[in-house]
């Protein structure tokens, strides 16, 4: 029970970072929407909002990455697009939660002296980017080419989350999607 207690509190951890933000998420909404009484939360997390931050990076970059390496492992980069699209909408946009990435809230709500969330988020968008700059490199594609398009899909599915979240539907990803197939089919070899 004690492990699912956690679980749930990262797991609203991360809802409530994507929805309202970093800054705005206080420690007693996450254990209110866990359930949990809030003395809960310093037993699982001593270090606080910072720590569940820390165990929500964590907890999204297996997720995230690990369905980003497993497409971009054993396809080819237009099939990779189309299943890291199809996998973002699926889970940052479905649901009762507005679109966004606990990731991203988290890197623009941290605070300023708060250098190893920045740290790790860097860490874990430098991973994302990889899977894809490794998916391309074996399509052929040349650097800095690989490493130029990786950039843009994953800063370009961040922004389109946003946008998402501004024109209340998935259309953003859909434009995000046509432009980097567009790119990986008229790339220069």
């Known amino acids: 029970m004690p492990r699912q207690t956690r679980n ?3 797991q609203q951890a991360a809802l409530l970072f994507r929805s309202r933000g970093y800054g705005a998420t206080g ?5 209110n929407q866990a359930g949990a009484h809030r003395g809960v939360i310093y037993h699982h997390f001593p270090r606080g909002k910072t720590e569940v931050a820390e ?3 964590a907890a999204t970059d297996a997720t995230v990455g690990g369905f980003i390496d497993s497409w971009c492992a054993n396809q080819d980069p237009a099939t990779a697009v189309r299943a890291i699209v199809a996998g973002i909408k699926m889970m940052s946009t479905g649901g009762e939660h507005p679109p966004g990435s606990p990731v991203a809230a988290i890197t623009v709500g941290a605070c300023p002296d708060d250098d190893h969330l920045r740290e790790t988020a ?3 968008y430098q991973r994302w980017q990889g899977a894809f700059r490794d998916c391309l490199r074996r399509d052929g594609v ?3 080419q690989a490493s130029n ?3 843009v899909l994953i800063a370009g599915i961040e922004g389109a989350l946003v946008l998402c979240r501004a024109e209340g539907g998935n259309a953003a990803l859909d434009r995000l999607e046509a432009a ?3 790119m990986v089919a008229t790339r220069e070899r």
């Not at 420690?27 to 254990?31: N, T």
């Open 149 to 151: 398009l990786a950039t």
């Open 55 to 57: 165990e929500v990076l």
């Open 8 to 10: 749930r509190m990262i």
């Open 180 to 182: 980097m197939l567009s």
């Open 122 to 124: 860097l860490g874990i």
């Open 142 to 144: 040349p650097e800095p």
């Open 27 to 31: 420690i007693r909404e996450i254990a």
